[in-house]
């Protein structure tokens, strides 16, 4: 049985770029990073207690998804806040909502509150509250 995800894996244009949005934004801290040739493949990042995988485009790894393309994500974290808080928080470090805030309801079934935004690569990011 199914017992929660463990982590996710996006892959992206540009590491640098991407890594350096998620900390900015969401205080995302590289736990580890992995290179293949010499050249940064990989990174390990920390958001809470939720890991994700960041992947450079064309890294030369081969146990990925069919075809990783950047901007093919959308992923929901859960946010410990309020929505009110998580918008302010948008906001303060220049990042356009694109939808929300917008009810929805939890995976426990609960009532909650979204909002919607986009990383560089025009992945869908959501911060749920509930």
């Known amino acids: 049985m199914i017992q929660a995800i463990d982590h ?3 892959t992206v244009a540009d590491l640098e770029v991407s890594c ?3 900390a900015r934004v969401l205080d995302a801290r590289v736990a580890q990073s992995f ?3 010499g050249r940064q493949a990989v990174r390990r990042v920390e958001l809470g207690k939720v890991i994700l995988n960041i992947h450079q485009q064309g890294n030369g790894l081969d146990l990925v998804a069919r075809n990783p393309l950047p901007g093919s994500a959308d ?3 859960r946010w410990s806040s309020t929505i009110k808080q998580a918008q302010e928080l948008l906001a ?3 990042v356009a909502i694109v939808e929300g805030p917008v009810r929805r309801i939890s995976s426990e079934g609960l ?3 979204s909002v919607y935004f986009r ?3 025009g992945n869908l990011i959501e911060l749920l509250a509930s």
């Open 75 to 77: 992923i929901c974290f």
């Open 35 to 37: 290179e293949i040739d």
């Open 111 to 113: 009532p909650a509150m």
């Open 20 to 22: 350096d949005f998620y």
């Open 8 to 10: 996710v894996a996006i």
């Open 119 to 121: 990383d560089p690569d």
């Open 92 to 94: 303060r470090r220049g």
